[in-house]
């Protein structure tokens, strides 16, 4: 096993945030981007929001067939070849004329972009120790983050200057380049130990999964966040397009600078534990996007910036905790369970859009604030719940 800090634990585990940041970049390239999309295609908020939602749906419908896949061939492999897909689709969308064209092209990017995220922490939890697996996945989610600003800066200042198909062009370029590195630094599974591919047995495990409170807890605190705290940023941008504040594709993308407090977040999310139970840290980050979209309520794009650093901030240290909650609490395929998990997570942002669109009709950005505060309020009761389920335990197992 992998022991933390070691050269081995340093190359795998820089080699899937790298590979973490390509496919987070090339799933928000877009972001930036979508009232370009809509200017460009004559189309609305909600149908400019489609380029990123039909990814993000079938991205999450991919990770139902790569975890049990990789639980039965392996780890590597799987994301090699679908992070190669994943490039090629890029590259292919730089070509693009259609709406319906571009459409059909992310559709088919998802399908590859599931690949890694499916797998990494899988291939942590086969290859590194427990105290490995804790520091590493904070350092993993940290890349998710850092992959989701690049992507949204390469598409706001390439699409800027040189139009949205260019961005998706310097993307596929940029991509390729990472999976190479990737190849040449993550080592070949050594504890890996393959389970023949039934699907009887994978819907048995699917169903444990589901069956299992402590687990469904944290696939519905994964999916309700992330519903919200993305297509927040996906809603403001038209905000931020429009009267008074005129912002440049440019100048959008670099709105997504305020996810690098939640990869500060996320790299620290380990340490968190030292001091405070896994549920009470998601209780605490859940208090933060509360604030954080509440502070998005005052009429000053420094507030507006400074509310989207706070939801960050929380966002990424609850998904951290709860991704590796789930990872701990897996007593077998780990790997199936990681993969539901990040179903939920984006089966709720792919619906965010259509849930949040009712509340933008009803009163703009205001609504969104409203809508976003009755979501978040039932993953932060989620997150009590955890708290006193972990209270009950550690107290049989002191009487015990």
Same mark, same amino acid.
């Not at 297509?231 to 397009?241: D, E, G, P, R």
């Not at 650093?309 to 395929?333: E, I, K, P, Y």
């Given at each position: 096993?992998? #022991?933390?800090?070691t050269?081995?634990?340093?190359?795998a585990?820089?080699?899937?945030?790298?590979g973490?940041?390509?496919?987070?970049?090339?799933?928000?390239?877009?972001?930036?981007?979508?009232?370009?999309?809509?200017?460009?295609?004559?189309?609305t908020?909600?149908?400019?929001?489609?380029?990123?939602?039909?990814?993000?749906?079938?991205?999450?419908?991919?990770?139902?067939?790569?975890?049990?896949?990789?639980?039965?061939?392996?780890?590597?492999?799987?994301?090699?070849?679908?992070?190669?897909?994943?490039?090629?689709?890029?590259?292919?969308?730089?070509?693009? #004329?259609?709406?319906?064209?571009?459409?059909?092209l992310?559709?088919?990017?998802?399908?590859?972009?599931?690949?890694?995220?499916?797998?990494?922490?899988?291939?942590?939890?086969? #290859?590194?120790?427990?105290?490995?697996?804790?520091?590493?996945?904070?350092?993993?989610?940290?890349?998710?983050?850092?992959?989701?600003?690049?992507?949204?800066?390469?598409?706001?200042?390439v699409? #800027?200057?040189?139009?949205?198909?260019?961005?998706?062009?310097?993307?596929?370029?940029?991509?390729?380049?990472?999976?190479?590195?990737?190849?040449?630094?993550?080592?070949?599974?050594?504890?890996?130990?393959?389970?023949?591919?039934?699907?009887?047995?994978?819907?048995?495990?699917?169903?444990?999964?589901l069956?299992?409170?402590?687990?469904?807890?944290a696939?519905?605190?994964?999916g309700?966040?992330?519903?919200?705290? &993305?297509?927040?940023?996906?809603?403001?941008?038209?905000?931020?397009?429009?009267?008074?504040?005129?912002?440049?594709?440019?100048?959008?993308?670099l709105?997504?600078?305020?996810?690098?407090?939640g990869?500060?977040?996320?790299?620290?999310?380990?340490?968190?534990?030292?001091?405070?139970?896994?549920?009470?840290?998601?209780?605490?980050?859940?208090?933060?996007?509360?604030?954080?979209?509440? &502070?998005?309520?005052?009429?000053?794009?420094?507030?507006?910036?400074?509310g989207?650093?706070?939801?960050?901030?929380?966002?990424?240290?609850?998904?951290?905790?709860?991704?590796?909650?789930?990872?701990?609490?897996?007593?077998?395929?780990?790997?199936?369970?990681?993969?539901?998990?990040?179903?939920?997570?984006?089966?709720?942002?792919?619906?965010?859009?259509?849930? &949040?669109?009712?509340?933008?009709?009803?009163?703009?950005?205001?609504?969104?604030?409203?809508?976003?505060?009755?979501?978040?309020?039932?993953?932060?009761?989620?997150?009590?719940?955890?708290?006193?389920?972990?209270?009950?335990?550690?107290?049989?197992?002191?009487?015990?």
């Amino acid at each position: 096993m992998i #022991e933390a800090n070691t050269r081995a634990f340093r190359a795998a585990t820089l080699a899937l945030c790298l590979g973490s940041a390509m496919i987070f970049a090339n799933l928000h390239v877009v972001q930036s981007l979508l009232p370009t999309l809509a200017q460009q295609f004559h189309l609305t908020e909600l149908e400019a929001s489609w380029s990123l939602t039909i990814t993000i749906l079938t991205l999450g419908l991919s990770l139902l067939v790569y975890g049990p896949l990789s639980d039965a061939i392996g780890r590597k492999p799987i994301m090699v070849v679908t992070m190669a897909g994943a490039v090629l689709t890029t590259l292919a969308l730089s070509q693009v #004329e259609s709406y319906t064209g571009l459409l059909v092209l992310r559709g088919l990017q998802g399908l590859f972009l599931g690949g890694l995220p499916a797998i990494a922490i899988a291939y942590m939890g086969d #290859e590194f120790t427990r105290k490995a697996v804790v520091l590493a996945v904070g350092v993993y989610i940290s890349a998710n983050s850092l992959g989701g600003v690049t992507g949204r800066m390469v598409g706001g200042f390439v699409g #800027e200057h040189f139009g949205w198909a260019a961005a998706f062009g310097a993307m596929g370029v940029l991509s390729a380049v990472l999976l190479v590195v990737f190849v040449w630094l993550l080592p070949k599974s050594q504890n890996f130990h393959p389970k023949p591919l039934h699907p009887l047995h994978i819907a048995r495990d699917m169903g444990g999964h589901l069956r299992n409170p402590v687990l469904l807890v944290a696939f519905l605190i994964a999916g309700g966040n992330f519903m919200i705290f &993305l297509n927040q940023y996906s809603y403001i941008t038209f905000v931020l397009a429009a009267a008074p504040y005129y912002l440049s594709p440019h100048a959008l993308g670099l709105l997504f600078l305020t996810y690098l407090s939640g990869t500060l977040a996320a790299a620290l999310s380990g340490r968190v534990t030292q001091y405070f139970s896994a549920p009470v840290g998601m209780g605490l980050g859940i208090v933060l996007l509360m604030g954080g979209t509440l &502070l998005t309520l005052i009429p000053h794009l420094y507030a507006i910036v400074w509310g989207f650093m706070v939801s960050s901030l929380g966002f990424f240290l609850t998904h951290s905790l709860a991704s590796s909650w789930v990872s701990n609490h897996a007593l077998q395929a780990r790997a199936s369970a990681s993969s539901l998990y990040l179903v939920f997570y984006y089966m709720g942002a792919s619906v965010g859009g259509f849930v &949040l669109a009712p509340f933008w009709a009803w009163e703009g950005w205001l609504g969104i604030v409203v809508g976003s505060l009755l979501v978040y309020s039932l993953t932060l009761g989620c997150s009590m719940w955890l708290y006193r389920w972990q209270k009950r335990a550690d107290e049989r197992r002191v009487w015990v």
